[in-house]
């Protein structure tokens, strides 16, 4: 993935990184450079063979005068004249190279307990920010943890040097005993040209005051996602950098998985809890569902990150057939169908209220079948919620004037996604042929509409999208015929005969989308795109089940023998569990 020019300067150091995890950190790389600047080109009066120029210089003996100044006492003699008194003129300046290596940058890392969790990402951030201002400025660069004094500086930075700096995590506080014993080895440093000191609160009392600082911090304020930097350099202003976090999933894998090499592991023994459905996601991605027959609703669990262990799937038994489910704040949410409508239930300590409720069907017209979709809750967390039936009608579980009851909202949806704190829908109405983009809160507010007949409507990833209805989407509009439309432009694929189509395709290295497909053998998932494809998973078996999230960045398949999570950028597998 090529980074933006705005990265370019730090790229050596990110594409250490996975792919997909370089832009989080350059993003808070590039945040504190803005404010530490770079470090500065010494230039002393080391008296060596002079090699070359490197640059200009007020001053200087007249036969170093730059040949545009002597052009100048050619056409305009007086402004030489006044250049020289004033002086203005132009020298080029000798090279005298210092020894190499003769200044030295160190950063000193608190690895306690007050930099557990978001402080140690900005740590990574600073220790690739301050080893390429180093490198930049031909010093040598080394860094060291405080609370091991006796420890050697690592000198540079690469793979092993950030899991040194993950793997040094301690329970021990900062010390007095520590500080003074890094200052007794700074003092021993000659040519010490900085040493930066980067923890938390109580480091920053302990340190020198004419001392290079960063003190990070969470920010202690409800749902804020972020750290606070208090940078501190000598001889300027103090400056406090606030610092957006990643998401949350980008976050634990730059911790546990920066590299995106780890390998799943898989649990060792099978479980008997095999999907007896289609796979359903929850809105976070946390967790994966399927139903298990009359039994209920099985739930798998998803780890973060490779290095994770999968935690134990979970069987809700929801007395009946659930056609429905969601995930609302650690809670599981089912619809289960009932002869005359549909009866909510919530599992666990949920802030839903309350925890069952009944909708009536005064219509008649909703039905179910074995099919398990995705139940959309209001964000007001009520028991109000949309859901789709078997003939592809969206309904709204209504309570209205102390009756609960199911509202037909659009008769014949062709795709739906969630997109900023609403529903959107693409439907058919009934009065006209076409596609209609709609967005859904309390009720269908048109936002497009598109002049053919579709018979089926997959969303790409909207996230950061202003306007949904340029895309990305893919319109099926006749066969296996695909309408792709971006904001860049429009066009038509092909899908090949005998694959099903599940999902948007985006994959990093093209600009263009593609379709998502399972090949004809059902043993693989390919994004087949304008003259390219990119291969997702193979799998051993035929595939039995399968559910690709864009908006999640997740895709998860069933065989008979396995069930498998995977992300859909890197290719990295997070669970892989057995099937007895």
């Known amino acids: 993935m090529q980074l933006p020019r705005a990265l370019q300067p730090w790229s050596a150091s990110l594409e250490l990184l996975a792919p997909e995890l370089r832009w989080p950190m350059g993003s808070l790389v590039q945040r504190l450079a803005s404010v530490i600047g770079p470090l500065a080109v010494a230039h002393s009066a080391w008296d060596g063979e002079p090699d070359g120029f490197d640059g200009l210089e007020r001053r200087g003996p007249y036969e170093r005068l730059l040949v545009t100044e002597w052009l100048l006492a050619d056409e305009l003699p007086m402004e030489f004249i006044r250049r020289a008194a004033m002086n203005e003129h132009a020298f080029l300046r000798l090279a005298r190279p210092e020894p190499a290596g003769d200044r030295l940058s160190v950063a000193l890392f608190d690895a306690g307990p007050e930099q557990l969790g978001a402080p140690r990402l900005v740590q990574l951030a600073l220790l690739i920010l301050l080893a390429r201002r180093a490198e930049a400025a031909h010093a040598r660069f080394g860094w060291g943890i405080v609370q091991r004094p006796h420890d050697p500086l690592v000198n540079g930075l690469d793979e092993v040097a950030v899991n040194r700096l993950f793997g040094a995590r301690t329970a021990d506080p900062v010390s007095p005993e520590h500080v003074a014993a890094w200052r007794d080895l700074c003092r021993a440093w000659p040519r010490l040209e900085e040493c930066w000191w980067i923890g938390g609160t109580s480091l920053a009392p302990m340190v020198p005051g004419r001392t290079s600082r960063v003190t990070v911090d969470d920010v202690l304020e409800p749902g804020a996602r972020k750290v606070q930097a208090q940078i501190s350099i000598p001889g300027r202003l103090p400056a406090t950098v606030p610092l957006e976090l990643p998401s949350d999933g980008d976050c634990t894998r730059l911790v546990r998985d920066p590299f995106g090499r780890a390998m ?15 796979l359903v996601f929850s809105a976070d991605g946390r967790k994966l569902f399927a139903r298990l027959g009359s039994r209920g609703v ?32 650690r809670t599981l949410v089912a619809a289960v169908s009932e002869p005359n409508g549909i009866d909510i239930r919530v599992f666990g300590h949920a802030p839903l209220t309350p925890t069952v409720a009944s909708y009536l069907d005064r219509s008649g017209r909703f039905r179910m079948d074995d099919h398990l979709t995705t139940l959309w809750p209001r964000r007001d967390l009520t028991l109000q919620a949309h859901l789709l039936d078997a003939n592809g009608a969206l309904y709204a579980l209504e309570n209205h004037e102390g009756r609960r009851q199911l509202l037909l909202v659009a008769s014949k949806v062709l795709g739906i996604t969630r997109w900023r704190d609403a529903l959107l829908v693409a439907d058919e109405p009934d009065d006209w042929t076409g596609v209609r983009l709609s967005r859904v809160d309390t009720k269908l507010l048109p936002l497009e509409f598109l002049a053919e007949a579709a018979q089926r409507v997959l969303f790409g990833r909207l996230e950061g999208q202003e306007d949904p209805t340029r895309g990305p989407l893919a319109v099926n509009t006749l066969g296996r015929e695909w309408s792709m439309r971006t904001a860049s432009g429009q066009w038509t694929l092909i899908a090949p005969e005998g694959t099903e189509v599940c999902a948007v395709g985006e994959v990093q290295g093209h600009e263009d989308i593609g379709l998502t497909v399972v090949e004809s053998d059902r043993k693989a998932v390919t994004v087949l795109g304008r003259n390219w494809e990119h291969g997702l998973a193979r799998a051993s078996a035929p595939i039995e089940h399968v559910t690709v999230e864009p908006a999640l960045g997740l895709m ?16 990295v597998v997070l669970l892989r569990l057995p099937l007895a």
């Open 264 to 278: 799943v592991l898989v649990k060792p023994e099978a479980t008997t809890l095999r999907p007896l459905s289609n």
């Open 298 to 329: 099985v739930s798998y669990p998803i780890p973060n990150s490779p290095r994770q262990p999968a935690g134990n799937p979970k069987v809700y038994e929801t007395y009946g057939n659930a056609v429905a489910v969601a995930r609302v704040e």
């Open 556 to 571: 998860a398949y069933a065989t008979r023998d396995e069930l498998v999570v995977s992300r859909l950028d890197t290719r």
